[in-house]
């Protein structure tokens, strides 16, 4: 079955500092892939998304790039906030399976001022 | 004005006991999901519903059965509650077709004890 692998935390990082998040997936056909967060006590919020092959999504700093030959899906932002600690999904979904989200199973960032 | 919204936000309840938790989303989808978040963050899809219609039913024990009384909202009973019951019980909704993306309520985090 379609699967998510993305890289165990806790990710600690200084302030400005770049991160990147590894993401590979598992799946036939063409599924969409996301990045959600959630923020402590909160639920989750989609981050960025991409639904084909070389589109690259971007939001608030961060970009992920869809990589079918590779299958991958790799968060990164160039200089990091306190305000970015979080836990990230990396997550897939597929309309033939009534469009329900497979998640990895998060990394946890924590930015250090 | 909240997109998808849970109640309650905190069940602690007693072993054998059957609670109820409580979603609508005022994003007029027309599909709803519950998902179970463990204790080490990992998240898995329960169930889904399309228009009323019980689309998703993951291996989750008979004593989760989820109701839709219309499309706006999806409710999840929880009959003879255990102590591996808990977790937190996320709602989601979304459009059906491709590239759609989920909204999330915030959660709810239910304690058997």
């Known amino acids: 079955g379609d699967s998510v692998t993305q890289m165990e935390g806790p990710v600690t990082l200084s302030e400005e500092a770049f991160l990147t998040i590894n993401c590979t997936y598992t799946a036939t056909g063409y599924p969409s892939l996301f990045w959600y967060v959630q923020y402590p006590g909160e639920g989750l919020q989609l981050l960025l998304k991409a639904t084909k092959a070389d589109d690259k999504g971007s939001n608030k700093g961060f970009e992920a790039t869809y990589r079918k030959e590779t299958t991958s899906f790799h968060l990164e932002k160039g200089s990091v906030q306190v305000s970015d600690s979080a836990v990230y999904f990396c997550?897939?979904?597929?309309?033939?399976?009534?469009?329900?989200?497979?998640f990895g199973a998060g990394t946890i960032l924590r930015v250090k001022s | 004005d909240t997109a998808v919204s849970q109640t309650p936000k905190y069940l602690v309840t007693q072993m054998g006991n059957d609670k109820s938790i409580k979603c609508e989303q005022n994003?007029?989808?027309?599909?709803m999901y519950w998902y179970k978040q463990d204790s080490k963050k990992f998240l898995k899809i329960m169930f889904s519903y399309n228009n009323k219609e019980l689309i998703i039913n993951e291996t989750v024990p008979n004593r989760f059965s989820p109701k839709s009384p219309d499309k706006a909202h999806l409710n999840l009973h929880i009959n003879s509650l255990e102590l591996g019951d808990s977790a937190v019980y996320f709602c989601?909704?979304?459009?059906?077709?491709?590239?759609?993306?989920?909204?999330f309520g915030q959660g709810t985090r239910l304690t058997v004890v």
């Open positions: 989601a909704s979304s459009q059906s077709g491709r590239d759609t993306e989920a909204f």
């Open positions: 994003l007029g989808h027309d599909t």
């Open positions: 997550a897939l979904t597929r309309k033939e399976y009534g469009n329900k989200l497979v």
